[in-house]
DNA sequence: GCATTTCTGAGGAACGTACCTCATTTTTTG
DNA sequence: CAAAAAATGAGGTACGTTCCTCAGAAATGC
């Protein structure tokens, strides 16, 4: 049997009310007397009941999820992913909120993140991109004691509690291994396509690729990246006068999630099948992609595990608890035509032995 | 707030014992009555909070893992995992016991399963060869209440209640692409290696591959199997035969998990670099010989993954609740030298601030 | 319609923890 | 050394559930 707090305090020599101050570092016990229960608990290799815990605290954990408001099919996954986490986890007391805030604007994100303490939230998940502002309000945020992580894309100099999301730098390198070695020894051009270079992951991205591509495939030329400020009529602009100027182009790494005008495009021009395409991101639409052969590889994250590890590491935030940081760790994932996962079941309602 | 059994007594118009009943199963209770109850818990969108029922009972989840007694990398990095997992579970009340049975011995894995029920296991995950005698155990155990899930290799005729694990025809399928493609045209001549063919998971994995390579990589001339039945003699001496009969060897698919046999063949016969080699799984050894270069890709799966996996789905089998299917599905993993996951810290005691 | 069986209700104890109050002891301060 | 302050103990209630007992009500058999 696991120790209970009763134990400790017979251990201790102490009252039960006194292992309780120190457990949960109420006011009014002498330092001596502290140590001697910290030394129970470790005698006793004690572990508090985290669920009894929280039946009696009444507690539950009101988190939020804030993600820009685009409508991209990336972004939209991701709040899906979330929302469905999120309910599946009232089981574990979380309540998740999904707040969205205009892409362009961060000082709206800041007086949102500003709003959260007064609002009984212990936690949030924040995508943005990393400007003074935000990182300002997210300092904020983080003194008045409630954890933020990054999401997707690090903020390194907000100081946040964590980062959600895989390693970019190690994401480009990957990209760059797999362009290189199926397009063999070359010679031949590639095309590099971004949202925008002053996105965090877009510039890992390119680091990661370019530092392979120097040193293993020196025949194949990377040219200078091409920015979409996520609009498709850039894309298809800058892409379509790329491949015009220069003779031999034999692959296109697009940093962004997969973009649908690339696609569109690669069908126009018949470069499907001709030309090795990998982007990021297996949306709906890059799935279609890779299946028709528009997309040769995609770099990806399983949103659902990415949702499901921002609950987990925002519940242990709130709680002050170590992560087990294997868990924790988000996966490259190189998904090919082949080992395309199949496509999970539609949500759907919870069935009836829910309660069994 | 969630509405609580006191909710629906008043909402049924019962009392609180009837409910219980009702919701635990217990006899006792007109059929009119129990309709009443479960509309009523139907109405308010009752759903028991699990915590709070296992406090009440005192209830642990005794589970079992049984493992064949191989001392090979993988079943001993699968054992870890599952180890750790289990002990990082007590906190959800889950009391895990890793059970090993002699590899070659169906009838003790028999004798092991049918003595589960007497000692209170409520489920157990299983990785064995599928023999008669296994499945006839299987089904024992399972008709005593006791589920049971399939561990790495897929037992599909034993009727297990889950197979958490990889789809190994699709990780053949996925070795396929990457070697035609990381091959290039070819000609030439392809190894396949793997323990026995008499194994679910290297027939399946065997079965992809080779649909792959017919199809899309004609020019590349796939070898009949050869069988190491886990013995680094046989495999030295197989694929060093092989090998001098066939005059273009330019790739080895290995099938198992990657033997240690196989990197020291290819570094005797100077092919490292000249060869390239795919295998499976992701042990400390395949890690070096990935970034040595012996190995050009290794297909994996995460077993801390694997592990928790196991867990949760005994666990959900155990209070036959539903699986969250999407979380459940295992990811074939393609690892290069470029995106190989940095090593986790090892394991370590529990930190003092567990329990602050 | 009366005995018998089957249902139902009321209540309590327990699980391990949190959090509250009040009384008592110990320590500190002047 | 007394008074004030600080530390500790004792005890209770609560969280949402399980599981138990016993009394009383309702349905059933003959």
Not at 79 to 89: N, Q, V, Y
Not at 302 to 314: E, K, P
Request: proline content about 6%.
């Amino acid at each position: 049997m696991r120790p209970t707090v009763t134990d400790i305090a017979r251990e201790a020599g102490v009252s039960l009310a006194t292992v309780d101050r120190v457990l949960n570092g109420r006011p009014g016990v002498r330092e001596k007397t502290i140590s001697a229960v910290n030394e129970a608990i470790a005698r006793l290799g004690y572990v508090r009941d985290l669920a009894a815990a929280n039946l009696a605290r009444g507690r539950s954990y009101k988190v939020a999820a804030i993600l820009p408001d685009t409508e991209s099919q990336f972004v939209q996954s991701l709040a899906d992913a979330l929302a469905t986490a999120g309910s599946l986890a009232v089981t574990s007391r979380i309540d998740l909120r999904l707040l969205r805030f205009p892409a362009e604007d961060p000082h709206q994100l800041a007086a949102l993140l500003a709003s959260l303490p007064h609002q009984g939230y212990v936690g949030a998940a924040l995508m943005a991109p990393e400007t003074p502002v935000v990182r300002d309000a997210v300092r904020l945020v983080r003194s008045k004691g409630i954890p933020v992580v990054a999401l997707v894309s690090n903020l390194p100099n907000a100081g946040c509690d964590h980062f959600v999301g895989i390693d970019n730098t190690a994401a480009g390198r990957t990209a760059g291994v797999l362009m290189g070695r199926f397009l063999g020894a070359g010679p031949g051009q590639i095309i590099v396509v971004g949202q925008s270079l002053l996105a965090r992951d877009m510039v890992d991205r390119r680091r990661g690729f370019d530092e392979v591509m120097l040193r293993d495939f020196p025949n194949l030329d990377v040219l200078p990246s091409l920015e979409t400020h996520g609009s498709s009529g850039t894309l298809r602009e800058v892409v379509t006068r790329r491949l015009a100027n220069s003779p031999n182009v034999i692959g296109i790494y697009s940093m962004g999630d997969g973009h649908r005008a690339l696609t569109q495009l690669i069908d126009d021009m018949k470069l499907s099948g001709r030309i090795t395409v990998i982007c990021h991101e297996l949306t709906p639409h890059v799935r279609t992609a890779l299946q028709q052969g528009q997309v040769t590889a995609v770099i990806t994250q399983n949103l659902g595990h990415l949702a499901r590890s921002t609950l987990r590491v925002l519940r242990a935030k709130a709680d002050n608890q170590p992560l087990d940081e294997s868990q924790e760790q988000i996966r490259i994932e190189i998904v090919l035509r082949e080992n395309l996962p199949i496509l999970p079941d539609p949500p759907g309602p919870t069935p009836d032995d829910q309660i069994a």
